[in-house]
């Protein structure tokens, strides 16, 4: 039996599910930002033209 290529699919498996967090969690920090119950002020996040 042929093993060869399992890893890639582990790899990416793994890759996708960190993807996946990552995008939500920059989804919740941002929304937290914009709602001020994080009081940290990011540039781009704070610029009037956005609003």
Request: charged share 10%; proline share 4%.
């Amino acid at each position: 039996m042929e093993k060869k290529g399992q890893l890639a699919g582990i790899e990416f498996h793994y890759f996708m599910a960190g993807l996946m967090i990552g995008l939500i969690l920059v989804i919740v920090l941002v929304i937290l930002l914009n709602r001020g119950v994080i009081g940290f002020n990011v540039p781009l996040l704070s610029c009037p033209a956005l609003k």
